[in-house]
T-cell receptor, first 116, second 113 residues
Framework: AQTVTQSQPEMSVQEAETVTLSCTYD???????LFWYKQPPSRQMILVIR??????QNATENRFSVNFQKAAKSFSLKISDSQLGDTAMYFC?????????????FGTGTLLAVQP | DGGITQSPKYLFRKEGQNVTLSCEQN?????MYWYRQDPGQGLRLIYY???????QKGDIAEGYSVSREKKESFPLTVTSAQKNPTAFYLC????????????FGDGTRLSIL
């Protein structure tokens, strides 16, 4: 079965510093996609970054980057120059490629608090 | 602007009552999804639909029903058979396969009276 694990229920970081959120996943498939979603207090789910498993290069979106270690099945999110607006719940998610569905499997989330 | 609209934002259900949560999208997406979110847990898939007039059960479909009569609409009915319906419900849509992400609505908070 496909599972996603986020082992850090809560994290805190000072404004302007860097923080890394951990995510590991378990899948028997070779082709899949990985995502990080952000859920601020407004509860809206916002896509932060995505990574195709067949790509070795780590994805980057402005202050957000990932460290994708396929062999270790690890997909951590690094937030640089943290801002107060980054305070949110962060979810890691995985989806198989070419499967019958576009089904996302989510982790349980990491609550990130950015302190002024 | 294109997006996903969920309504109502808050909904209350009496014991033994069925309630329907609305989800409409104007993104021209083929696929639509319903998720349930409980405190301390990630999102869990209730139902999904990849095309009009077709839908499939997700991981926690018991006590729920859906319909997909139009591409834009994917309403979720929480039936009286769902004994623990209090949760936050999120609707999402996507173009289809590939790396295209799912886009989410703002959610509906359902509570029991």
């Amino acid at each position: 079965a496909q599972t996603v694990t986020q082992s850090q229920p809560e994290m805190s970081v000072q404004e302007a510093e860097t923080v890394t959120l951990s995510c590991t996943y378990d899948t028997s498939e070779n082709n899949y996609y990985l995502f990080w979603y952000k859920q601020p207090p407004s509860r809206q789910m916002i896509l932060v970054i995505r990574q195709e498993a067949y790509k070795q290069q780590n994805a980057t979106e402005n202050r957000f980057s990932v460290n994708f270690q396929k062999a270790a099945k690890s997909f951590s999110l690094k937030i640089s120059d943290s801002q107060l607006g980054d305070t949110a719940m962060y979810f890691c998610a995985c989806r198989h490629y070419g499967g019958a569905t576009n089904k996302l499997i989510f982790g349980t989330g990491t609550l990130l608090a950015v302190q002024p | 602007d294109g997006g996903i609209t969920q309504s109502p934002k808050y909904l209350f259900r009496k014991e033994g009552q069925n309630v329907t949560l609305s989800c409409e999208q104007n993104l021209n997406h083929d696929a639509m999804y319903w998720y349930r979110q409980d405190p301390g847990q990630g999102l869990r898939l209730i139902y999904y639909s990849q095309i009009v007039n077709d839908f499939q059960k997700g991981d926690i479909a018991e006590g729920y029903s859906v319909s997909r009569e139009k591409k834009e609409s994917f309403p979720l009915t929480v039936t009286s058979a769902q004994k623990n319906p209090t949760a936050f419900y999120l609707c999402a849509s996507s173009i289809g396969q590939g790396v295209q992400p799912q886009h989410f609505g703002d959610g509906t908070r359902l509570s029991i009276l």
